[in-house]
């Protein structure tokens, strides 16, 4: 099946930094999302990106599918920011998410 | 317009019984699926419905069942719990391809 890939699986920052996080896939996608966890386990979404490019506020996201990964841009950072940031996707026929292992993000003041 | 609801909250429960659990899917979607999440892994697709049948399943044994009703709820149903089952059960709505979930239902199995 397809495989996902998030790296770096940890990350600290401080408040202000900014940061790029990765995720790489084996196969083509017909559904990419970025989220993030909150600390209560809640999975908000960030970006709906199958391919390109699109922004909200202080997050960024790209997905280049010919090369089979997708990049989250945080500028700016804040301490509300911190918590696992996962990438999911599906491809062909199934509709299943398939998550990678996330990145946990700690941003000190 | 109100995201997608789970209950309980929080359910405790010992190894052999059984638990329910729901998810009212956001207004106007049909297709709800169901995952699993382990503390520090990433969720793990359990099945998903559509119309009401069981549209698609990820690797987990018939102890796990599910409905989804007319008004596209669903309920998630586990038998003969494990120490193992003790995880946060999410659920997720859709209508199209992008996926939104719920605040989840942590269960745990003593």
């Known amino acids: ?109 | 317009d109100a995201g997608v609801t789970q209950s309980p909250t929080h359910l405790i429960k010992t190894r052999g019984q059984q638990v329910t659990l729901r998810c009212s899917p956001k207004s106007g979607h049909d297709t709800v699926s169901w995952y699993q999440q382990a503390l520090g892994q990433g969720p793990q697709f359990i099945f998903q419905y559509y119309e009401e049948e069981e549209r698609q399943r990820g690797n987990f044994p018939d102890r796990f069942s599910g409905h989804q009703f007319p008004n596209y709820s669903s309920e998630l149903n586990v038998n003969a719990l494990l120490l193992g089952d003790s995880a946060l059960y999410l659920c997720a709505s859709s209508i199209t391809n992008e996926q939104f979930f719920g605040p989840g239902t942590r269960l745990t199995v003593l």
């Not at chain 1, 790296?7 to 896939?25: H, K, M, V, W, Y």
């Not at chain 1, 996608?29 to 199958?50: A, K, M, R, S, T």
């Not at chain 1, 790209?62 to 990438?87: H, K, N, P």
Request: proline share 5%; glycine share 10%.
């Open chain 1, 1 to 109: 099946g397809i495989q996902v890939e998030q790296s770096p699986p940890d990350l600290i920052l401080q408040e202000g930094a900014n940061s790029t996080l990765r995720c790489n896939f084996s196969d083509s996608v017909n559904n990419l999302q970025w989220f993030h966890q909150n600390p209560w386990g809640q999975l908000i979404n960030l970006f709906y990106i199958p391919s390109g490019t699109k922004q909200n506020g202080r997050l960024s996201a790209t997905t280049v599918a010919t090369e089979r990964y997708s990049l989250l841009y945080i500028s700016s950072s804040q301490t509300t920011d911190s918590g696992v940031y996962f990438c999911a996707l599906f491809s062909g026929g199934y509709n299943k998410l398939i998550f990678g292992a996330g990145t946990r993000l700690a941003v000190h003041p």
